[in-house]
């Protein structure tokens, strides 16, 4: 079982940056594939960033430049760097954790996830 708590979202203007993070429960977090997703009310859950256990990222085509996803085995956390914040990417962000250790590939579907975090709330105004 994993537990994964977001936090640092908040309020900013346009072209503010934010960094969220999600903390991990567990020993084996350097093992798990890790993702990034948001949803904006009336929308369904999107893919924003992924990473796997050995550091490949992916990202989705409306954040790439401006996000970074990161990681920090050590302190059992994933990172999403957001700059140039835009206020279509207002919404609620969750952290998702693949419940299979050293997957192989990438995923970018929700359903492919087995534990997600509670959310944090990102508004950019403009």
């Known amino acids: 079982q994993v537990q994964l708590v977001e936090s640092g979202g908040g309020s900013v203007q346009a072209g503010g940056s934010l960094r969220l993070s999600c903390a991990a429960s567990?020993?084996?977090?350097?093992?798990?594939?890790m993702g990034w997703f948001r949803q904006a009310p009336g929308k369904e859950r999107e893919f924003v960033a992924s990473?796997?256990?050995?550091?490949?990222?992916y990202y989705a085509d409306s954040v790439k430049g401006r996000f970074t996803i990161s990681r920090d085995n050590a302190k059992n956390t994933v990172y999403l760097q957001m700059n140039s914040l835009k206020a279509e990417d207002t919404a609620v962000y969750y952290c998702?954790?693949?419940?299979?250790?050293?997957?192989?590939?990438?995923?970018?579907?929700?359903?492919?996830?087995?534990?997600w975090g509670q959310g944090t709330q990102v508004t950019v105004s403009s």
């Open positions: 990473i796997s256990w050995s550091g490949s990222t």
């Open positions: 567990g020993r084996t977090f350097s093992s798990y594939y």
């Open positions: 998702a954790a693949k419940g299979v250790k050293y997957s192989s590939g990438a995923y970018f579907r929700a359903d492919e996830y087995d534990y």
